[in-house]
Every structure is written in structure tokens, then in C-alpha cells.
């Protein structure tokens, strides 16, 4: 009897006191009638089937009733509808969003075999915590480990590919024939590289990236076997990637097999590989870290020149990607959950309210025998059908504003540019929907339902003081948390303002520039390279408006790297202190086009050749670090191979970026350099100051390259602007999300504290009355107000101040040096907060002033 | 069609349970339990409405109106405090009318196509 009456817990409270003592009663006399075990047991089979078929088909005619009474109710009240809807829709909506785009970079497994056992190998130096490996470095990691399964290598490379349509500039890799194994991905058709492909003198072989294979080669799967040809030489296709393979990250279009020359394992020093390992079934990280330090350990004592404070750095391939931008998507979801938070808080305020007004209809409906239960499940679902409402539409808001957080997705790592929206997301919402409904909606229905029918009788007024607490719980909770947003919001924008005002070293405004990456060996001559550089100068710089154009191996901020070890004669080579520079070949004029300034001495020149004595321009952050207070020009310093002199100084650029610290510059003459060095530094990207837009410039610039070279690809055709603008555009965007964050928390604040005064005022009206007829005057009725209202504001400053120092300080690596307890922002928050607090207490407290104490007591 | 309001057709076709409750509240004010027996007998055993699926149709058929619970009581003797009785109400009667006169309706359907055994 026991178990049964348990069993009578499956049916809603209401139904079971309503029926219950009854169905027992049935049940015990069943149970009575029923002789033998068989019996017994076939009644309990039939009873609990029939139990929980019946317990939810109440529950569901239950639902049905109380939606019905929801969409009655809510058509009564459009405006709280439609408030309330809408205020879900940008809670679920921001946080579905944020959600999404942080699972996709920071959650989501990679899309490869057994992701969390891959990770990425790098050497380490100080200053440089992840550098490229070298050849022989490679080899012996590869040789001594036993903490990886596998081992593979990548070098990026880019190559022309011609004889399909237009000449087209395509990025790639070149990879050891064992780094897919370590992925674990197969080809969509065809063959990976075996040993036979990665040895020395092979035939070139390649596989193509899905793209290029629908885009280039119209997705004919003939083409298997049949020859491309990249940079002049043939390679035959032997397989295509699938769709969503994109390593090492999006822009990879072709993979070629490495093939390493006995020569490559001489230079220690030569840092261009890209190291992927899986490592073995029960070893950790840490454990492979500590493994690779002792060989890294090892090789230093080995090779104590080349190897010096050569250490290794083990990196989960997950972890790719930037504190920053981590920082970055980490800020956002918790701007998100704020608003989330605001806009519950919001709804329970008003839900809070509204139960006060309808405690009469809630205590009819009690009189007529609806039990406490029935009404708060009644009131629950009610909020529960705002919220799914709320959340739907919030999914759509999300959806429209994914395509607009994709600048947050870093290129560093192997996965698409916009997140994909699956059942994760839908999953993820539909739960947040449902948190929300009941997040803003229990309390407020526990509370109104504890109406008896006292409320029923005349002159009873409605709410206690243990509700207006509350209430101003609520309003203090949005204010803290919209003073973190401001907050927080604040500093950011000031660390972007300031990065922004960085100098960048060069005046990006009317400079255009493009990429014409010479194909190889085809330009293995540095005459044959000469000769097209010169054309292409000569014609461009005829060109109406152009005032002036050069070459340059990498363009600065688009390309960080590109380093080289600097030798000093007072100074030895100490590779340990980060004696390093950042290496370009540039032809005469790159100063002047790029608006860098020139110091001292000369630019180089068209009569700085092979045969003349080999010459540098550097930065002026070069001459401080080594030649500080003293006259630079005339010095010699090793680099690159040679003793080169100083015949220039000009301002130092940022290289890598505004925010980064980059090392000095070296720029050297594009003549002075052997017939296939430095292979890897060839100039290739051509900057030109014209006063003409670009798109009237650029047909004729194209004119003037295939008359160069036909076969000659352009591509990253981009502003200097651009470039530099590219630099913020995950933080502007993030600001922008965040500023629109706090300013939709700020509005719902000052609605919250709107609401709750104004029926503060309403529900006091009578004391308000009884006040003005003995004599209050109008500024002590408006002090009584404002004194409330601030005195919720300043709880609310406070607690938020605190909590936006302590956001503040876990943000500070995005801060750009903007200390995190700021005073500036801090103050404007507070001010802000203040105002909000002012214009919405305004209006009820003119309500206030404004009672007639004669109407009021004659409603009562 | 007389008695029979577009209101009592729009909760046709009834469901057989309310149907079989109407039907054991026709001659006289039952229990829960009464009626179950009831409908059993009526169907020779056939029908044994569970407890839940009695007073799940109960609730249903309250708030519809077709039965009612009354106050008035068998003599003390033959009473249970626990019990509650109910009784059909005119619309109830309205409506099982409506439910008869629709299956009526169907069984000659049925036997003009030959389905059902009796005259046509």
C-alpha cells in the first residue's frame, strides 16, 4: 500500500489530493479481491503501467489547461508579453551566440583521430617560447623520444600554379610523408605520401585541398595521376583532402611532400619546420615535457654553439592559439552571462509586480479551489512559455549574429572560419531557455501564491516588506551587474584607444599593396629577379598618381617573422640574449613609399650589388641596442651570412604588430645576394603611394606584371589601412559586442529601478497622502523617493565596482597596459550608473510629489 | 437532433471511458468504485476501468459539466466519508445522447456496406 501511495507522487499534486484517498481505496479493494501470488503480482504489473500511462496524461491535460490560461493572460497584457519575450530573446540570444563561438574555438575536439593526443612541438629560446624547428633538431627529437607514437614535420611554403585559368598564388604545406598518420585523416580519393614520395630527388607529388580541386580543377576526379604544374615544375596528383581538412590552418590549399637534402641537417640555426606528434596511449604532456627538456638538454651539450639555451616547448594543438584571443572570447561569454542575468533579474522584478496586481485574481482562482501547487505550476509555466518563446527568437537573434563574431575565430587553428551550428548549440540553448523560464520565474510564483484569502478581503493592501526587499535585491543585482560591463567595457575601449594611437613606424594612409611571389627555380638567378622587379617598378611607378613603389621580402604587421641571429664584433653572437633582427630585402624607396623615416645616411640603392661591398639600413631600435649614443653609420655587423655595414637609420616599425614588441629591423639591398639564397626572403610584396583609388589602379598594375612575367600570379591585393586595421579588428568587434552588452544591461537597469519605484510610489500612495495633508513638503516627499532609489544605486556601484576591479584584473593581458582599477573609466561608470539611477526615479518620484491626498483618501 | 446544441456535438466522438461512466451514471448517483463495477457488469467483465483512468475522465467530465459531484448522501449506513458521488448533469445527458445517436449513425453505415450483421 505503501509503494502505491508512492506511486500516487507521479500524478500532479492537485490531482492526488483531489482523488487520492479515493484511488486508494479502489486499490486496497483490488488488491483484497486478487487470490495467489500470479494475482497479486498481474495487478501490480497491470497498476503501475496504468499508473504512469494515466499520471502523464493528467499532467499533460494539466499543461494544456494552464498554456491555454498563458496565452489568455499574456494576450491580456501585450506589453508585458512583448517586454518579456524580447528580454529573453537578448539574454538566450547573447549568450547562444558567445556560447557558440567559444565551444568552437576553445572546447569542440579538433576534427582529426584522437585529438586530444596530438600536440605541437616547438623549440624554445628566451624570448622566443615557440620557434620553428630545425632539420636536425627535428630529426633528433624524432630519433630519441619515446613519448610519441609519431612524429611528423610541415614546412608552409606558397606556389604559383599555372596552366588552370589565371596564374593563381596558393598557400600550402610541405610535409613529411608520417604527418598524416599522426592526424589520422584520409584522403577523400587517392593516396597520402609514403617514404618513396619524401626522399631526395623523387618525383613531385601532391594533394589537393577539396576547394581548390571544385574551384581550380573543376572537381573532376580524373585529375588523379594527372600533372599540375607549381612553380614551373610538375606534380603529380595523387589524392584530394576532404572538405574539412585544413592544416596547418584555413588557407592551405596543396600539400607537397618534404624532401630534405643531406645539406638541410647542417644549420642547427635554420628554424622553418612546423612540428606535430600524437603522443603515446598513457602518456600526459607534462610527462613528454619533461622528456623532451632532457633531450633538449642533451643536444644543448651536444651542440653547446648552435643549440645554446635551446630548449623545447610541448603544446597541446587545442592550445594553439593566443592568451589573447582566448582572453578575448573568455570576455565575452561572461558579458554575455551578465546580461543573462540582468535580464532575469529583470523578469523576476516584473513578474514580482505583476503577481502583486493579479493577488486578488490568484486568490479567487485559490477560493475556488485551486490549490497552492496548481498555482505556482500555473505560474511557472507560464514563464517557462515566455522563456521558450523568448528563446526561439533568441536563436534566431544568435544565428544572425554569428556571422559577425567570426573575426574572433584565430587563424592559428585547423578548424573552419565559422563556427557550425549543431545539436550542441540547439542543446545548449533549449537548456539555457529553460534555466531562464525557471530562473526568473519560481520565486516570483512562490511568492505571489503565498497569497491567501485575506487578499480577497476589502482594504487589504497588497505587498509586505519582505517582497519590496526583494524587489530591491533584484534592482541592486542588475545595477552591480551592469557596472561591471560598463566597467569593463570601458577599459577595453580605452586599451583599444591606445593601442590604436600606437605609432605603427610607417603612414599606412594611400599606400597599396600586393603579393607577386616568384615562382622557384625559375628565379633562382638574382638578375633574372632583378630584371622583373625593375620592369614592374618602372611601369607602376608611371602609372597617374603613383608617387612612388618598391618591393620588400614580407610586409610588416602581415608577417611577424623572419628573423636572423646579429653578430656584433664587440658584442659575440650570444643566440641565448635574443641577438636578433628582423631580416628584409627591400628595392630603393621602400622608405619613402611607406612614409618610414629616414634618420641618418642613405636608403639603399640600385648600385648596391654583388660586387660592391655589402650594406644594411637599420632600424633606430638596432642602433640603440648595440651602438647606443654613438654613430652608427660606417659600423659592420654580421648577418645573413656576411659582414655587412651600416649606411642608413631609419624609425623603427612594428613589425609584429601594435601590440606585440618587435625586434629591430635590418633591411637589405635586393641585390646584394647570391643566385639561390635566401630563398625564403625574395621580395615579393610590392608597396605603392598613389594618390589614385585602388581599384582604378589595379587593372593597369596587372597589365604591367603579365607583361613581366605571363605566368606571374597577383594576389593579397589589400591597403596598407587594412593591414593595420586588421591588427584591432578582433578586439574592435569584441568592444563592440561588450559596448552593445552594456548598454542593453544599463537600459534594463534603469527599467528595473523605474519599475520598482514607480509602484512603490503607487502602493504607498495613501501614506504619501496622509504625508502631504500633514504638512510634507514636496522636497521632503521627492528626498523620500530619491533617497530610496540612490540608496539601491550606490549598494549597486559598490558591489559592482568590486567585482569589475576583479574582472579587470583577470582581463589585464588584453588591456594593453590600462591599469584594471583605471580611475577614469571607473568614474565614468559610476557617473553613468548615477544618471541611470536620476531619469529613472524621476518620473515616479514627480508621481510622488504629485498626489492629490484628497483622491486618495476618498479610494480608500 | 433536438436536445442536441452544437456544444455537446463538439466533444464527440467521446471517448469509450467517458462514455461507459455516462452510461453507469444514467440510472442513478455513483461512487469511483460503483461506477467501475457498474461498467464491468455492463460489459461482462469486458471493461475494468483502472482508478486512474476513472478519475482522470472524472476530472475531465467536471470541468465539462457533463457530471457533477453532489451533496446529498446514501443513508449513513451504506456511506464511506472517503466517498464522493457524482451524478450526470442535463448537458451530460445531452451529450451521451448525441454520442448514442452518432454511433447509431455509423452501425447503419456500417451495415449498408455490408460490415455488420442485423437488418439494414
Redesign the interface.
Known amino acids: 500500500m505503501r509503494f502505491y501511495r508512492a506511486l500516487l507522487h507521479l500524478?500532479p499534486a492537485s490531482?492526488r489530493g483531489?482523488?487520492g484517498?479515493?484511488?486508494r481505496?479502489?486499490?486496497a479493494?483490488r488488491r483484497r479481491e486478487a487470490s495467489g501470488f500470479a494475482a497479486l503480482v498481474a495487478l501490480w504489473l497491470?497498476?503501475l503501467g496504468?499508473?504512469v500511462?494515466?499520471?502523464a496524461?493528467?499532467h499533460w491535460?494539466v499543461l494544456r489547461q494552464d498554456l491555454r490560461y498563458t496565452a489568455r493572460t499574456l494576450a491580456r497584457t501585450p506589453g508585458f508579453a512583448f517586454t518579456a519575450i524580447l528580454v529573453v530573446a537578448l539574454g538566450v540570444g547573447a549568450n547562444t551566440a558567445a556560447f557558440t563561438v567559444t565551444d568552437f574555438v576553445l572546447v569542440r575536439p579538433l576534427p582529426f583521430a584522437e585529438p586530444e593526443r596530438l600536440v605541437k612541438l616547438w623549440e624554445s629560446t628566451p624570448g622566443y617560447s615557440r620557434m620553428e624547428l630545425s632539420p636536425a633538431n627535428y630529426r633528433d627529437w624524432k630519433r630519441m623520444n619515446t613519448s610519441f607514437e609519431t612524429m611528423g614535420a610541415l614546412e608552409p611554403i606558397s606556389m604559383n600554379l599555372v596552366g588552370q585559368g589565371d596564374p593563381e598564388r596558393l598557400e600550402g604545406a610541405a610535409v613529411t610523408a608520417d604527418l598524416l598518420p599522426v592526424l589520422g585523416v584520409q584522403p577523400l580519393v587517392g593516396r597520402w605520401f609514403t617514404t618513396a614520395d619524401d626522399r631526395e630527388g623523387a618525383p613531385g607529388t601532391v594533394l589537393l585541398s577539396h576547394r581548390l580541386w571544385q574551384a581550380a580543377l573543376g572537381g573532376d576526379i580524373s585529375v588523379i595521376g594527372r600533372k599540375v604544374i607549381l612553380d614551373q615544375a610538375p606534380y603529380t596528383v595523387i589524392g584530394i583532402m576532404p572538405p574539412d581538412f585544413r592544416f596547418p590552418n584555413r588557407e592551405a590549399e596543396f600539400w607537397t611532400a618534404k624532401q630534405f637534402q643531406e645539406e638541410d641537417f647542417k644549420d642547427r640555426d635554420d628554424n622553418y619546420l612546423q612540428v606535430v606528434a600524437k603522443l603515446r596511449r598513457g602518456v600526459s604532456v607534462e610527462q613528454a615535457r619533461a622528456e623532451m627538456s632532457v633531450i633538449a638538454g642533451q643536444l644543448e651539450r651536444q651542440y653547446p654553439k648552435e643549440n645554446l639555451h635551446t630548449g623545447a616547448s610541448v603544446i597541446r594543438l587545442r592550445d594553439e592559439l593566443s592568451e589573447r584571443s582566448r582572453l578575448l572570447l573568455i570576455a565575452l561569454c561572461g558579458a554575455a552571462f551578465c546580461v543573462l542575468l540582468i535580464a532575469c533579474a529583470n523578469l523576476a522584478n516584473l513578474l514580482v509586480a505583476r503577481g502583486l496586481v493579479r493577488q486578488k485574481e490568484l486568490a479567487v482562482r485559490a477560493a475556488l479551489g485551486a490549490g497552492r501547487e496548481r498555482l505556482v505550476r500555473q505560474m511557472v509555466t507560464e514563464s517557462l512559455a515566455v522563456a521558450a518563446l523568448g528563446g526561439v527568437l533568441g536563436l534566431v537573434v544568435a544565428l544572425m549574429a554569428l556571422p559577425l563574431l567570426t573575426k574572433l575565430v584565430p587563424n592559428s587553428l585547423p578548424i573552419a572560419q565559422a563556427p557550425s551550428v549543431d545539436m550542441r548549440v540547439l542543446i545548449f540553448a533549449g537548456l539555457l531557455t529553460v534555466l531562464t523560464g525557471i530562473g526568473f520565474g519560481v520565486v516570483p510564483a512562490l511568492r505571489a501564491c503565498r497569497a491567501d484569502l485575506s487578499a480577497l478581503r476589502e482594504g487589504v493592501r497588497e505587498g509586505g516588506g519582505q517582497k519590496e526587499r526583494f524587489r530591491s535585491a533584484l534592482v541592486i543585482a542588475e545595477v552591480t551587474a551592469s557596472v561591471v560591463l560598463l566597467v569593463a567595457s570601458g577599459l577595453l575601449m580605452r586599451a583599444l584607444w591606445r593601442i590604436q594611437a600606437a605609432d605603427p613606424g610607417f603612414r599606412a594612409d594611400g599606400v597599396l599593396t600586393l603579393r607577386t611571389a616568384l615562382a622557384w627555380p625559375k628565379y633562382e638567378k638574382t638578375a633574372l629577379r632583378e630584371e622583373f622587379f625593375t620592369k614592374v617598378l618602372t611601369g607602376v611607378r608611371e602609372l597617374p598618381g603613383v608617387s612612388s613603389a618598391a618591393y620588400i621580402s614580407f610586409l610588416p604587421m602581415a608577417m611577424g617573422g623572419g628573423i636572423w641571429p646579429v653578430g656584433i664584433a664587440e658584442a659575440p653572437l650570444e643566440r641565448g640574449e635574443s641577438h636578433t633582427a628582423s631580416m628584409r630585402f627591400v628595392t630603393p624607396g621602400f622608405f619613402a613609399t611607406m612614409g618610414i623615416p629616414l634618420q641618418l645616411g642613405r636608403d639603399v640603392s640600385e648600385s648596391d650589388t654583388i660586387s660592391g661591398p655589402f650594406v644594411a639600413v637599420v632600424s633606430q631600435s638596432f642602433v640603440r641596442r648595440y651602438w647606443p649614443n654613438e654613430n652608427p653609420l660606417g659600423r659592420h655587423f654580421q648577418f645573413a651570412e656576411h659582414d655587412r655595414m651600416v649606411v642608413g637609420v631609419v624609425g623603427h616599425v612594428r613589425v609584429r604588430g601594435l601590440e606585440q614588441k618587435s625586434e629591430p629591423q635590418v633591411y637589405l639591398p635586393y641585390k646584394q645576394v647570391q643566385d639561390g639564397w635566401f630563398i625564403f626572403y625574395t621580395p615579393k610584396d610590392l608597396v605603392i603611394r598613389s594618390s589614385t583609388a585602388p581599384p582604378m589602379l589595379l587593372p593597369a598594375i596587372r597589365r604591367i606584371v603579365q607583361s613581366a612575367d605571363r605566368e606571374q600570379p597577383i594576389s593579397d591585393v589589400r591597403t596598407m589601412s587594412e593591414i593595420v586595421e586588421e591588427q584591432t579588428a578582433s578586439r574592435s568587434l569584441q568592444l563592440r559586442v561588450l559596448g552593445a552588452f552594456a548598454a542593453i544591461a544599463f537600459l534594463l537597469a534603469a527599467i528595473g529601478i523605474h519599475g520598482l519605484l514607480s509602484f512603490a510610489v503607487a502602493q504607498r500612495g495613501r501614506e504619501i497622502g496622509v504625508r502631504i495633508a500633514l504638512g510634507a513638503r514636496s522636497s521632503d516627499i521627492l528626498g523620500m523617493v530619491m533617497r530610496r532609489a540612490f540608496l539601491l544605486a550606490v549598494t549597486g556601484i559598490a558591489l559592482g565596482a568590486a567585482l569589475a576591479y576583479a574582472a579587470g584584473r583577470t582581463l589585464e593581458a588584453l588591456l594593453a597596459g590600462v591599469k584594471p582599477g583605471d580611475a577614469v573609466t571607473f568614474l565614468v561608470a559610476v557617473g553613468l550608473c548615477l544618471v541611470m539611477t536620476l531619469v529613472g526615479s524621476l518620473l515616479p518620484a514627480v508621481r510622488a510629489v504629485r498626489v492629490d491626498p484628497i483622491t486618495v483618501m476618498r479610494a480608500e | 437532433m433536438s436536445d442536441s446544441t452544437p456544444q455537446a456535438d463538439s466533444l464527440l466522438p467521446l471517448p469509450p471511458a467517458t462514455f461507459h461512466i455516462l452510461m453507469a451514471l444514467a440510472e442513478e448517483d455513483r461512487?469511483?468504485?460503483a461506477i467501475?463495477q457498474d461498467v464491468a457488469a455492463r460489459t461482462g467483465g469486458e471493461l475494468k476501468l483502472?482508478?486512474?483512468?476513472?478519475?482522470?475522465s472524472?476530472?475531465?467530465m467536471l470541468e465539462q459539466g457533463l457530471i457533477v459531484e453532489t451533496q446529498e448522501r446514501p443513508a449513513p449506513e451504506l456511506d464511506?466519508e472517503?466517498?464522493?458521488y457524482y451524478r450526470i448533469t442535463p448537458f451530460g445527458t445531452a451529450v451521451a445522447r448525441a454520442e448514442a445517436r452518432r454511433l447509431t449513425q455509423l452501425v447503419k453505415l456500417a451495415r449498408a456496406s455490408g460490415f455488420a450483421p442485423g437488418k439494414a
Do not use: K, P, W
Request: glycine letters at 8%; hydrophobic letters at 40%; proline letters at 0%.
Open positions: 500524478y490531482f483531489e482523488y484517498a479515493e484511488m481505496g479502489i486499490f479493494l497491470q497498476t496504468e499508473v500511462v494515466n499520471a496524461a493528467v491535460d | 461512487h469511483g468504485y467501475i483502472s482508478a486512474g483512468t476513472l478519475y482522470r472524472i476530472q475531465r464511506d472517503r466517498r464522493r
